[in-house]
């Protein structure tokens, strides 16, 4: 592809929308994998969250012709983004609402975000790289301004979760609509998938409300069994 060619910038308009659409999904992950920080690193766990994200997207870009290969690999990527959304909406869960030293430290706020963004970058990828149309230089282009993307967003997204908790669950709501689409999109279940519009829609359904309703009664034993905890002190 000719450079500045009129297909040149088509295709970086195309590289640019699917940034717009798709950057999205990080910006929820680091904003909910960081609020849980204290506030000195939400700032740090956003830059570096993003710069783990960007790199995660590179070396699957580098790799996309293999990555096509994998059988499964949306099926896989899907079902870890459930687990993902799941554990961010309610973090401290598992430890009976006493927060363990993964739930609200900088380095497992990172863990937290570069798997997810490696779980969810395979439809960015092949996205952009489609786009491309095997111009390398428009794949970086395309990396370099999902940065801006994903930090802003992030920024916006955590200010809002700070102010409106409730914000939370419809933060984990969109990754576990994303989770569905990867394993609807799942060439392996085509059989499944493509000739059933309900089975389509009942699997978006199960996910999404799964997801919030499992958090949702986590988060309500936690907090039973952390005012159990408490009130032989009170």
Not at 111 to 115: A, C, H, P, Q, Y
Not at 155 to 168: D, N, W, Y
Not at 231 to 234: C, D, E, H, R, T
């Given at each position: 592809m ?30 909910l ?74 380095w497992?706020?990172m ?5 997810a ?16 149309h ?20 992030s ?14 669950y ?41 997801v ?18 408490e009130?032989?002190?009170?």
């Open positions: 000719e450079f500045f060619s009129p297909a040149w910038f088509s295709a970086l308009a195309a590289i640019v929308l699917i940034d717009l659409v798709l950057a999205g999904d990080n910006a929820i992950v680091i904003a994998a960081a609020r849980s920080l204290p506030t000195h690193l939400q700032r740090k766990a956003i830059v570096w969250g993003t710069v783990g994200a960007i790199v995660m997207r590179s070396l699957m870009t580098l790799g996309v012709v293999w990555l096509l290969q994998i059988p499964g690999l949306m099926l896989v990527g899907g079902l870890g983004l459930v687990w993902i959304a799941y554990k961010l909406l309610v973090p401290h869960a598992e430890e009976g609402g006493h927060g363990g030293p993964t739930a609200n430290t900088f497992g706020a863990r937290t975000i570069v798997i963004d490696a779980l969810m970058g395979v439809d960015n990828v092949l996205g952009v790289a489609g786009a491309a095997g111009a390398f230089d428009l794949v970086v282009i395309g990396l370099l301004i999902s940065v801006p993307i994903v930090v802003w967003g920024s916006v997204v955590l200010k809002l979760v700070e102010r409106f908790p409730a914000i939370t419809i933060g984990a709501g969109v990754l576990a609509f994303t989770a569905a689409k990867m394993i609807v999109g799942e060439p392996l279940l085509d059989a499944v998938f493509d000739p059933h519009l309900s089975a389509r829609i009942a699997a978006y359904a199960v996910l999404v409300v799964g919030l309703g499992a958090g949702w009664l986590a988060t309500r034993r936690a907090a039973s069994a952390q005012e159990h905890h009130s032989p002190a009170a």
